[in-house]
């Protein structure tokens, strides 16, 4: 079946650039989406890329999609403390109510 | 914007209760979900549904059910709660499943204890 992996946990310190790394295996992937977590809190859609893409940049983030080797990762340039929460990778085919796959979550910490 | 709410943030139950989760969308979606969320296991999917009365189950359904009597609402059920029913319990919607960019808005969540 479709998985999406990630590593659990990332430490960056203030200002550096974090980089997220997701890969996942269904090769028919249309949609790939970067979603946040705060603590105590529900998911928040960060931002997305559609599969005919290989970068997206959105302020201080920045996707990048290697299709060939289906590689996803997210790039937070000059890291806050406020960027520290949980990242979810997650894929969809584009079809059915059952869309989504996600990917376990990165803990992302901000060392000062 | 689309606003998921679910009825409580935090809700503390005794093992055999019956415990009802709500989850309200505001954005006419076709599509509800119910996850559960735990550490180092990330989300899992319970229950969807794709319209009103309609229901498929995801990945972990025993001990829940679910109903769908009106598009807004979809509700989790735990008929006989247990404490490995201990869990963040999150609620999505999405647009039709037709669409390509189906991205699912979620609610805060509710953190379910069971004693």
Redesign the interface.
């Known amino acids: 079946g479709e998985d999406v992996e990630q590593s659990?946990f990332l430490s960056v310190r203030e200002g550096d650039s974090s980089v997220i790394n997701c890969t996942y295996t269904d090769s028919s992937s249309?949609?790939l989406?970067w979603?946040k977590q705060e603590p105590?809190?529900?998911?928040?859609?960060l931002t997305?890329i559609?599969s005919n893409m290989d970068m997206k940049q959105d302020q201080r983030l920045t996707v990048l999609l290697n299709k060939k080797d289906k590689h996803l990762s997210l790039r937070i340039a000059d890291t806050q403390t406020g960027d520290s929460a949980i990242y979810?990778c997650a894929e969809?085919t584009?079809?059915?109510?059952?869309?989504?796959t996600?990917?376990?979550?990165t803990h992302l910490i901000i060392q000062p | 914007d689309v606003k998921v709410t679910q009825s409580s943030r935090y809700l503390v139950k005794r093992t055999g209760e019956k415990v009802f989760l709500e989850c309200v969308q505001d954005m006419d979606h076709e599509n509800m979900f119910w996850y559960r969320q735990d550490p180092g296991l990330g989300l899992r999917l319970i229950y969807f549904s794709y319209d009103v009365k309609m229901k498929e189950k995801g990945d972990i359904p025993e001990g829940y059910s679910v109903s769908r009597e009106k598009k807004e609402r979809f509700s989790l059920i735990l008929e006989s709660a247990s404490t490995n029913q201990t869990s963040m319990y999150l609620c999505a919607s999405s647009l039709s499943g037709g669409r390509a960019r189906n991205e699912q808005f979620f609610g805060p969540g509710t953190r379910l204890t069971v004693l």
């Open positions: 659990l249309t949609y989406y979603y105590g809190a529900g998911l928040q859609l997305y559609f979810f969809t584009g079809g059915g109510a059952d869309g989504l996600f990917g376990k979550g």
